[in-house]
């Protein structure tokens, strides 16, 4: 475990907030901040910083994706550690730009940033150390796993750790937890009827579980799923699992209107 | 098969208001797919399996063409015949050609991909031959006149119920009457009606899940026994293979095999597994007097020396359609070819042109969860991705996509600008859904909100909001 004490030692993390929780949900980042604070470190938050490329990517574009991950490294390669609040965007840092840049002089360079680059939950648990964190929220709840976290960067017992230890928190898994949500990017707008379905289904098997929150942990599911929830208006509340643990899940949850 | 992966958009929708299909899928997710889980519990070594699988096979495609002339001369060594097809055409031509040589009349089929790859029955049925399907599921297809919907279980497709009105309205000109309605009854007059075909065949043409090189054989699993008769009661026998089918010894098909029944059907080993080697020699009590193997190419070396040559590793287990989300919700047929799921939007592509299954690699989520199974370990939505790739750079896919992306790349490689952008419209589309909390419908986002809505941003973006935080 990393010492939390002098501010000497604090490990100095740069802040990717995805551009996802960027428009949509900034209460996502100034949690992640808070979380990260209290554990100990010292968070910036650069400004140079957008996406990390991934519709570029996924769209076969390798030419603006190398252009955006250049820019992601230049502005994050100075700090101990990079962390976001997004399994995808950090699969993307972690396992796809080195691939990108295989036969590249900037290879080293990207696999030096690959290695001190986590998703926020694992930085907590697996680099820090952390197995509780003091919050509460009271509710019965389930966590979709994205795909990204689980299969690409292996979060799965992580969030679970730390949610056992929330006040007032009761969790209870969805059946067929590997199953993707369908939101996959642009797959999500290009194949609505698919990815629309596959949305219907992961809310169905949310609603069996009884939960009055749905959880996750990356900002694409969480949008496709809230607006799937709505649309069928279904009235589960949807945060990032960071709003929970940083005691802020008070706002309004995803795709809830100001009354 | 005239193919209709173009309109994978058409089929894919007409197949999710299909509610007897959506019905039988639910049950293939169930079946193979809990089947796998428990073989891969029951086995400590399977992931060690999987990485001595894909090593076997790099090298073997590291050095194809020294185990296909292995395998060539040890099939001639016993008495058997190969010929070589670079393309679909070609090998169509030359099982027509032994067909004719033979003076056949009638011809029966085991299962085989290949078969399908090159449309073989229609090449034979339009020379003038009676051919027939021996697996049930294909014998089922035939019926029907369809394609198969899965690489292992062709007719998964099918209800129950489909199938006794099938049979009870094909059988009859057979002399059999009753609609029946029992599973074991259906496949009992099924078996029937096959076993006068096998008696009467000339031909039997079946595939071959592995070529092995140093002895010659050929294998294949099948759970009926089909693929057996096929290959033993008539006077001339034919594999169809790919050259991707050749493993070096019978020590690795003997690896792969224990991979492939888990992976594929949830089965230790699968019901019958055959190792055929040339023709009938004096003392042997059956088997052919011809033996022919067929080795088609079909667009695979091509893979062979490029990125995608990881693809020629499967081993046709089905285990990525299984776990696919896409292939479970649309069925087969929505790929519009003989190659469905996961490694069909590989496959199709190459074999067909991207012009023609342009939507296939575009048609997936990437989560990933195909190549976690598949039994070679082959980074599926990698090659996808390489895919994608060679679309872009061929500017094959929509100009409107292009464009959005490119103004979009433009604007995030500026972040300032991207900042006052988005901070401006954030702020409006918060404004505006600060009620609902959420959008029916958006401009430039109908994809989207047809079939969920969008949540509203909750106001500024972090970065104005950070930046404000800091200067108070
Ligand atoms: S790609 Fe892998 S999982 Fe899919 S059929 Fe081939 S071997 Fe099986």
């Known amino acids: 475990m990393t010492d939390r004490g002098t501010s000497a030692e604090k490990p100095r993390v740069g802040l990717f907030v995805t551009c996802l929780v960027d428009l949509y949900r900034p209460s996502v980042g100034f949690a992640a901040i808070k979380l990260l604070k209290q554990a100990g470190c010292e968070v910036d938050v650069p400004q140079l910083q957008t996406c990390c490329g991934q519709p570029a990517y996924n769209s076969g574009d390798d030419e603006h994706t190398r252009a955006l991950a250049l820019q992601v490294l230049q502005a994050f390669e100075d700090y101990d550690y990079v962390v976001a609040p997004s399994g995808s965007c950090l699969g993307m840092i972690r396992c796809h730009y080195p691939d990108l840049f295989a036969q590249h002089e900037l290879l080293a360079r990207f696999q030096a940033l690959s290695a001190k680059s986590h998703e926020l939950i694992s930085f907590l648990v697996d680099v820090l150390g952390i197995d509780q964190i003091k919050a509460s929220y009271t509710g019965q709840v389930t966590y979709h796993d994205s795909c990204s976290g689980l299969r690409e960067l292996g979060i799965s017992a992580q969030p679970r750790q730390l949610l056992a230890g929330v006040d007032g928190l009761s969790l209870t898994e969805l059946e067929g937890r590997e199953v993707c949500c369908g939101f996959g990017g642009t797959f999500c707008v290009k194949y609505p009827e698919i990815s629309g379905r596959m949305a219907a289904d992961k809310v169905a098997a949310a609603a069996a579980t009884g939960a009055d929150t749905l959880l996750a942990g990356d900002m694409g599911c969480l949008l496709n799923l809230a607006g799937k929830m709505r649309r069928e208006g279904v009235d589960t509340r949807v945060y990032h699992i960071a709003e929970v643990l940083a005691d802020m899940a008070d706002a309004e949850s995803i795709g809830e209107g100001k009354a | 098969m005239h193919p209709r992966s173009k309109f994978f958009e058409a089929n894919a929708t007409q197949a999710l208001r299909q509610p ?343 048609a997936c989520s990437l989560n990933g969860r195909c190549a976690t199974v598949c039994p070679v370990k082959i980074p599926l939505p990698q090659l996808l991705r390489t895919l994608r790739g060679r679309q872009h750079r061929r500017r094959l896919n929509s100009r409107t996509a292009r464009m959005g992306l490119s103004i979009w790349a433009w604007i995030a490689l500026r972040p300032r600008l991207y900042q006052s952008i988005t901070r401006l419209a954030m702020s409006i589309m918060a404004l505006l859904g600060r009620r609902q909390g959420r959008f029916r419908r958006m401009p430039l986002a109908g994809g989207w909100t047809r079939v969920r809505d969008l949540p509203a941003p909750q106001g500024s973006t972090f970065q104005a909001q950070w930046r404000q935080r800091r200067q108070q």
């Not at chain 2, 309605?181 to 096998?198: D, Y």
């Not at chain 2, 294949?220 to 594999?239: H, K, W």
């Open chain 2, 20 to 362: 007897s299909l959506q019905a039988a899928l639910k049950q293939l997710e169930q079946g193979f797919v809990a089947g796998r889980a428990a073989c891969y519990e029951a086995l400590p070594e399977f992931e060690a399996l999987r990485d001595r699988a894909e090593e076997v096979l790099n090298h073997t495609l590291e050095n194809l063409d020294a185990y296909l002339l292995e395998y060539e001369a040890r099939v001639i060594e016993t008495g058997g015949q190969v010929h070589w097809a670079s393309t679909a055409d070609e090998a169509r031509r030359i099982v027509v050609d032994i067909c004719n040589q033979a003076g056949a009349g009638n011809v029966i089929r085991g299962k085989s991909m290949i078969g399908e790859e090159v449309g073989i029955n229609d090449a034979l049925e339009k020379a003038g031959f009676e051919v027939t399907e021996t697996d049930l599921g294909e014998y089922i297809l035939q019926l029907a006149e369809e394609p198969p919907s899965h690489i292992v279980a062709p007719a998964i497709h099918k209800t129950k119920d489909e199938i006794s009105d099938l049979f009870h309205s094909r059988h009859r000109e057979l002399g059999y009457h009753e609609r029946l309605t029992e599973r074991s009854a259906l496949v009992a007059e099924a078996r029937q009606v096959l076993r006068e075909k096998f008696q009467q065949a000339d031909v039997g043409i079946t595939g071959a899940n592995f070529l092995i090189a140093e002895t010659g054989s050929n294998v294949i699993v099948t759970n009926e026994g089909n693929g057996d008769l096929s290959s033993t009661l008539p006077r001339v026998q034919i594999v169809t293979a790919a050259i991707d089918k050749v493993v070096p010894t019978l020590e690795d098909a003997s690896l792969l095999l224990r991979l492939l029944g888990r992976s594929a059907t949830g089965q230790e080993i699968t019901a019958y597994t055959t190792f055929t080697t040339g023709p009938r020699r004096q003392t042997d009590a059956d088997g052919p007097a011809e033996y022919h193997v067929v080795i088609l190419d079909n667009h695979r070396s091509e893979m062979l020396a490029g990125e995608l040559r990881p693809m020629l590793r499967c081993i046709r287990c089905g285990a990525c359609m299984n776990h696919c989300p896409v292939y479970g919700r649309v069925g087969g047929h929505a790929y519009g070819w003989i190659y469905p799921g996961p490694m069909g939007s590989v496959l199709t592509p190459v074999m067909l042109g991207l012009d023609e299954a342009g939507h296939l690699p575009n």
